[in-house]
């Protein structure tokens, strides 16, 4: 270990978030190990995972010190101050809770959804704040420059907002839930919500209500081809689209309304329209663990902390409990804390719970 290095960290689960994306050769970091990897104030110090011969490979391959398939092990010989939860999203709750046994973790960056009940990611919070450890939530396009500077301009873009349209692939809980927290991003406090299940129980479509009168509705698509997590935003000025490519890339379209001069009709203009200051480095990884860093140091919650989290993981349970009482209308806050999100596509059973 470098020991200029001021933090040291341990990823548990090494599946693709983890490491494995790193097959595609992106440009850019797509992992926590990139993250890391990139961080001169941190130094992965440990991983863990339950396939023991793909921990071992890591740890040869990348000079990894502590590597084992026992969680207990590698977090007492690392003694880490970071540790990535990179599991399936029903081992959360568990690992989180021998995660802080040990004294040394000041922080845990957890990936989505926080937890599969909303009862298991209130306790979640509730044992890092008691901890003093700091909870962040892996809700991407929070760090994306993109997307930041979307939310910081959309009211002079669009005016006054009349309808979204906010498509997914993939599934409610697996690309879905990155939907969900991107529209509370953008639009604020969600009021109500109205769901009912598509081809299968694992997607979701439906309307929700924001602040403000902003109805978004929820579009899932059956493609295992195609990658899909887009925005169209309708106002008063303009509509801007938002089209995610994979591996967190994007573009986007935006059309000022104008008045006609021979009609006086509202209509679109078909030029696209350079609306952003700059062009985005792909840096929404990286900056997520600096965030964090931050977070640490100046003892402040982090952009996603354990809340956003919850209130991304309110709004899913919500429609999922609408989608099984056929699309009856769910206020929030939303107070059942028992129901149980489906299961993401490709779920891996071979974690412990």
Known sequence: MNTARKYKAVIIGCGNIG????RYHIPYAITHFDAYAANQDVA?????????????????EYGIQHASADLHTVLATAEPDIVSICTPDSTHYSILK???????????????????????????????KERNVTLMI??????????QELHSKIKAMVGDIAYVTASYSGGITTCGSHLLDLLLYLFGKCLWVSGRYGSDKGSIEGRLEFEGGVPVY????????????DLCIIGSKGRVD????PFYEYDYRYF???????????VMETQQKEIFTKRFARTMFRDALQNLLTSIHRKKNPLCSGNEGLLSLELLSALVHSAGHDGKITQLPFTVDSIQIPKPHGEIARWKH
């Open 19 to 22: 490491f494995q994306l790193r």
């Open 44 to 60: 992965l110090q440990g991983i863990c995972d339950t396939d023991e011969q793909t921990v071992i490979r890591f740890a040869k």
């Open 98 to 128: 021998q995660v802080l046994a040990f004294g040394c973790i000041k922080a845990i960056w957890c990936e989505k959804p926080i937890a599969t009940t909303l009862k298991e990611g209130k306790e979640m919070v509730a044992l890092c």
């Open 138 to 147: 892996n809700f991407l396009r929070r760090y994306d420059p993109f997307y």
């Open 218 to 229: 929820l579009i899932p698509s059956d493609s295992s081809r195609v990658s899909v997590l």
């Open 242 to 245: 938002t089209l995610n490519r």
């Open 256 to 266: 000022p309304t104008f008045r006609g001069e021979v009609t006086g009709s509202i």
